[in-house]
């Protein structure tokens, strides 16, 4: 399972994949996060984060990336409620509940990795 007071695992990117520092803009199809989720495409945004469709490229599945935007990194509450909110998804456990699959807080931004489920908007 998951230590959710330390990151899953270190997510470190090569030089030809997207690291921490350019997770600070709105990301393409195609590209890459942390050496491991090609972007399929942007799914939506809130008031501190985006999260898009993502494929994780090690075991070939469909997943949801949320990044933090660039703007809350720095702010210790939106960190907190990220962390709170990756926490509170990895002790749920229910068919119409996405499951959290990995996450990471040590790059310059943070995201959190979840299944992906098709659908429409509520």
């Given at each position: 399972?998951?230590?959710?007071?330390k990151?899953?695992?270190?997510?470190?990117?090569?030089?030809?994949?997207?690291?921490g520092?350019?997770?600070?803009?709105?990301?393409?199809?195609?590209?890459?996060?942390?050496g491991?989720?090609?972007?399929?495409?942007?799914l939506?945004?809130?008031?501190?984060?985006?999260?898009?469709?993502?494929v994780?490229?090690?075991?070939?599945?469909?997943?949801?990336?949320k990044?933090?935007?660039?703007n809350?990194?720095?702010?210790?509450?939106?960190?907190?409620?990220?962390?709170?909110?990756?926490?509170?998804?990895?002790?749920?456990?229910?068919?119409?509940?996405?499951?959290?699959?990995s996450?990471?807080?040590?790059?310059?931004?943070?995201?959190?990795?979840?299944?992906?489920?098709?659908?429409?908007?509520?």
């Amino acid at each position: 399972m998951y230590n959710l007071d330390k990151t899953s695992r270190n997510l470190a990117a090569d030089s030809e994949h997207l690291d921490g520092a350019e997770l600070t803009r709105e990301l393409q199809p195609d590209e890459i996060i942390a050496g491991m989720f090609k972007v399929v495409r942007k799914l939506g945004a809130g008031g501190m984060s985006s999260v898009y469709h993502c494929v994780d490229l090690f075991v070939e599945r469909s997943v949801a990336v949320k990044v933090l935007f660039a703007n809350q990194v720095t702010n210790p509450k939106a960190l907190n409620r990220f962390r709170r909110e990756a926490k509170a998804i990895a002790k749920l456990d229910h068919p119409n509940i996405v499951r959290l699959h990995s996450f990471n807080f040590e790059l310059s931004s943070p995201y959190i990795v979840m299944e992906h489920v098709e659908g429409v908007t509520l």
